[in-house]
Nanobody
Framework: VQLQASGGGLVQPGGSLGLSCAASGLTLNDYAIGWFRQAPGKERKGVSC????????YYPDSVKGRFTISIDNAKNTVYLQMNSLKPEDTAVYYCAISSVYYYCSGYGSESETDYWGQGTQVTVSS
């Protein structure tokens, strides 16, 4: 099983960036999928979560209305579109999947994550 994340980079405040996470060795639609981020010196936190079979998506208030998670089943890839980016969005972003049905109740749970993608750095700065 492999989750290959990509798409990070440097963007100015107010800008947009899209992340992708391509899965191999499993079918994404069979899992709950989360995006997490970890800023320097801070805990890793969930910023987006989609339930199994694309049953719903969830976002904490910090990113609601700005971030959107989506899944392309044909490509077995999950995306995170980030708009109106702020300096506080600067972090390493990770995709993750879980077979636990309640995974998205807290926007993703580290302890219930089955697989992680490698991190991709997002820097929001002028």
């Amino acid at each position: 099983v492999q989750l290959q994340a990509s798409g990070g980079g440097l963007v100015q405040p107010g800008g947009s960036l899209g992340l992708s996470c391509a899965a191999s060795g499993l079918t994404l639609n069979d899992y709950a999928i989360g995006w997490f981020r970890q800023a320097p010196g801070k805990e890793r936190k969930g910023v987006s979560c989609a339930t199994r079979n694309n049953g719903g998506s969830y976002y904490p208030d910090s990113v609601k209305g700005r971030f959107t998670i989506s899944i392309d089943n044909a490509k077995n890839t999950v995306y995170l579109q980030m708009n109106s980016l702020k300096p506080e969005d600067t972090a390493v972003y990770y995709c993750a999947i879980s077979s636990v049905y309640y995974y998205c109740s807290g926007y993703g749970s580290e302890s219930e994550t089955d697989y992680w993608g490698q991190g991709t750095q997002v820097t929001v700065s002028s």
